[in-house]
């Protein structure tokens, strides 16, 4: 499915600043430092090693089987795209779109063909207006124009459009670094509140841990 891109207006990015910068690397390294399985891609820097049989010849670096005629590293586009899904958030979204098409697995709705109406509505109004209106004018008028547009389609606010690769079994519980099996389309409305539920478990779970800690230090010898 092609996605229908917004106006040039309403795709300007914000500059970060660089201590936002420097907190993201910062972020990044750290989550890097977790355990396998704990952390949401496999760096790059962790590929396969070469492998190779008994008798010295190079085999698959995922699964092991044989390689034939120019193959190096992977027997099968399938053995391929395992390490990449892995490996590439960017690789892992483009495979989950394909599979599931943009329709959320928890409401239903067809987030990506919603946006892509969305989007076509806009470019409608831009090449309308383009002529009659300055450019700052303009992208205020498309913006209004978007928020107008939002409650036929069930939204409240831009920043519900979209759709989100999910993780079944959460990262923080092992699930990170995993296959499609793991990975599945929540729209973005859907995601926060998943979001949310599991923040208030996080919170419940470490209330939990501090209450048994105090009343382990309160008990007497």
């Not at 309403?10 to 970060?16: A, E, F, G, I």
């Not at 960017?90 to 990506?112: I, M, P, T, Y």
Request: some cysteine.
């Amino acid at each position: 499915m092609r996605k229908a891109r917004l106006p040039p207006e309403l795709r300007v990015k914000k500059p970060q600043s660089k201590q936002k910068k420097k907190k993201q690397r910062e972020q990044l390294e750290a989550h890097l430092q977790k355990p396998r399985g704990y952390r949401r891609f496999t760096p790059t820097s962790e590929l396969p090693l070469e492998r190779f049989d008994a008798q010295g010849q190079r085999v698959c670096r995922w699964c092991g089987g044989s390689l034939t005629g120019r193959q190096r590293s992977w027997c099968s586009v399938a053995c391929n795209e395992a390490w990449l899904v892995r490996s590439m958030p960017s690789f892992a979204r483009k495979k989950v779109l394909e599979r599931d098409r943009g329709v959320c697995v928890q409401c239903g709705v067809e987030a990506q063909g919603r946006d892509n109406q969305i989007a076509r509505e806009l470019q409608k109004e831009r090449r309308l207006r383009r002529g009659t209106l300055t450019r700052v004018v303009l992208r205020d008028h498309l913006k209004q124009h978007l928020l107008d547009i939002l409650p036929r389609y069930g939204l409240s606010d831009p920043g519900e459009m979209g759709w989100q690769m999910d993780h079944i079994i959460a990262v923080e519980q092992g699930g990170g670094e995993c296959g499609l099996e793991n990975l599945q389309t929540l729209c973005t409305v859907c995601h926060r509140q998943k979001s949310k539920q599991q923040a208030a478990e996080r919170a419940q779970r470490r209330k939990a841990v501090r209450s048994q800690g105090i009343s382990l230090s309160g008990e007497m010898p």
